[in-house]
């Protein structure tokens, strides 16, 4: 049994000294890992090596090598957060990865982990023919890393994100000017549609708040650092994704889709609407609860619902 103790800590040695006390302890704590690592290896070695500033495929010679005090106290007092308070690697490396793409991130956004990132690697195809999207908007950007990530999937296209959290597109714009994005990327503060202006986009992704607040009181300690506006929604979950839903199909082309992420409200929004015919998406690397929506689909959805 491996318990933390900043004393015992700071008397490691070597770089292999601190993942192996790190790993033990995690595994003591029973950490837990969906922000993204799965397993308590990956979550140390991210630690430890990015605070160092070393790469994730460092030689395996260089973990031998001694560390100075100062680097002791400041590994130190890493694992102590991620193991005793619990928080996510990214957020204490203030760096996340998304669709191969380091965004920086901290507790004013939600840590990229969608599957959506597979999709854009895809270009959306078969759902859309790649070379014909001209716009595309993201719905709830929060780090905008879907909405950045879309604009090296198409680099010709205009893209829009918004969000209602001033906090969350301020660490949007510091990932827009790092990615060097500002003339194809446009940042909105608004709830869902209400400040945006008349025009259609293409493709419409979303990965809004859908967290009932049952969910909430039973999610890891790890979720408690996100924000909760980015994370819960009222009406079991489906407020923000019915908003979506109602008003869409004005902003798509007649070739446009909808894709929103509703993890596991899945069964609640199929039940409430048994009727609409959800296209479920299917994700090689893992990933559920996303659906895909079209425009027709969309003004069938808003004349039953209207």
């Known amino acids: 049994m491996t318990v933390f103790s900043f004393k015992q800590a700071q008397q490691l040695e070597s770089i292999a000294d601190f993942l192996r006390y790190g790993i033990s302890c995690a595994n003591h704590a029973a950490l837990y890992y969906g922000h993204g690592s799965d397993n308590a290896w990956d979550d140390m070695l991210a630690l430890v090596l990015g605070t160092l500033s070393l790469p994730s495929d460092?030689?395996?010679?260089?973990?031998?090598?001694?560390?100075?005090?100062?680097?002791?106290?400041?590994?130190?007092k890493q694992l102590e957060k991620r193991i005793v308070m619990r928080i996510p690697v990214p957020y204490l490396l203030k760096q996340a990865h998304f669709c191969g793409l380091s965004f920086y991130i901290d507790e004013r956004a939600l840590i990229p982990r969608s599957p959506f990132a597979e999709l854009i690697e895809q270009q959306f195809e078969p759902w859309v023919v790649a070379d014909n999207v001209t716009r595309v908007l993201d719905l709830c950007t929060g780090s905008a890393c879907i909405a950045i990530a879309c604009c090296y999937a198409f680099p010709d296209a205009a893209v829009d994100a918004i969000d209602l959290s001033k906090d969350a597109l301020a660490v949007a714009e510091i990932n827009r000017a790092q990615h060097a994005v500002s003339e194809q990327l446009t940042l909105i503060e608004s709830d869902c549609f209400d400040a945006l202006e008349a025009q259609q986009y293409d493709i419409i992704v979303s990965n809004p708040p859908y967290v009932n607040h049952d969910e909430m009181q039973t999610l890891p300690k790890e979720y408690q650092h996100e924000p909760?506006?980015?994370?819960?929604?009222?009406?079991?979950?489906?407020?923000?994704?019915?908003?979506?839903?109602?008003?869409?199909?004005?902003?798509?082309?007649?070739?446009?889709?909808?894709?929103?992420e509703v993890g596991n409200s899945d069964e609640a929004l199929i039940k409430k609407y048994p009727d609409v015919p959800f296209t479920w998406l299917e994700f090689e690397r893992g990933g559920e609860g996303v659906f895909l929506l079209t425009k027709a689909q969309l003004s069938q959805f808003r004349n039953k619902n209207a």
């Open 58 to 76: 460092v030689h395996a010679a260089l973990l031998q090598a001694r560390l100075t005090s100062d680097e002791k106290i400041l590994l130190s």
């Open 228 to 260: 909760v506006l980015a994370l819960e929604a009222e009406e079991n979950g489906l407020a923000i994704v019915e908003k979506i839903l109602n008003t869409a199909h004005d902003y798509l082309t007649d070739q446009g889709v909808l894709i929103v």
